[in-house]
């Protein structure tokens, strides 16, 4: 009996190194979807999904997305997480710049995202910058695992994991490490309107495989960002501000960093603000319910703010109103100089047609 127990003992750990194997290589994969019509419903109750855009729950036994024509594909995971429709323009802009598509995104992406718009919405009262995204963060290629190759493909889904840049300093939002099958919560969406209220590139199955600008680290050429990043560095070195601060900032707020709204976090006016996503207040207890729930956060349910976040009743301070100032300047200048060059190639143009003219006039 000892020899057959001994025999079998090999075996038993060739099947469950081969079960292990599997499963590393089910990871990152499509496998269907768990969305029903109760969760888009909470999404159009929480005016995550505005009116006129159509929802459609992916068919049972489907197992990858198979879009309509004019349909996208999001995920109520991201939804949970700071997305909304129509998504704002940073978040196309990031897409966009790194040639990305929601399905190549974990769900501990837009918990980083969200907190960099926080940042620079509600205590620098600027709209988000990509330059300064790329100097504090960097991608990290996901790849199947459990594969007997040197060469191992990205994963279909969340093939793009965001980390901090390394040698930086930023504050350290403690992505969720249980945020497993968020694929499963793809659903459709589609405009029923001739406004565009989603704002996402079309859908396209594979892998970011060109990884475009991945590696992107531009210094500051500009006064501007010159000066946002030495702020950024004093709220680092000051030890006020904290992460559970950037995440709190929109969750009390009642706000979705990257949906698309018609001012910034720092311009709120009260309850009834059209950019909130209800009227209705939030205790400290349920903030830290909600923010614990998806992240790692440890977050107290008697949580206390290491330093408010701007209003309209809170304005910023003088040397963040400098920051606003120089924005809005530099604006200024780039709008003046393209109207000048526009009226003198309209100058240009007109001489050469009328000097073409007094050319056929005298031929």
Known sequence: MAGQDQAQAPVADEGAAAARKLELQRRGTWQGSVVTEAHIEWARKSRRIPPGVECRVPPAGEISPSPRFGERVIFLSHLQRGFGLPASNFFRQFLDTFGLQPHHLPANVFVFLSSFVCLFEGYLGLWPKLHHWTKYFSFRAQTVQGLDTAEKPLVPCGAASVIPKRGTEFFRVPGMQSAHKWQCTYFYVSNRTPEDLINLPAYVAGTPDARLNWQRCAPDMLVI?????????????????????????????????????SHKLCHLSGPKDPTRLTTCLISAEMASQQIRGITDSKLPPDWRWGQIPLRRSRPAPAEVSSLLFRSLLRHLVYRISRHKSSISLVSVSRAVAGGGCRDRLRG
Do not use: F, G, H, V
């Open 225 to 261: 960002d010159a000066a946002i990043t030495s702020y950024i560095e004093k709220l680092l070195a000051e030890q006020k501000l904290t992460a559970d601060d950037l995440m709190c900032a929109w969750i009390n707020r009642r706000i979705l960093p990257l949906q698309m709204r």
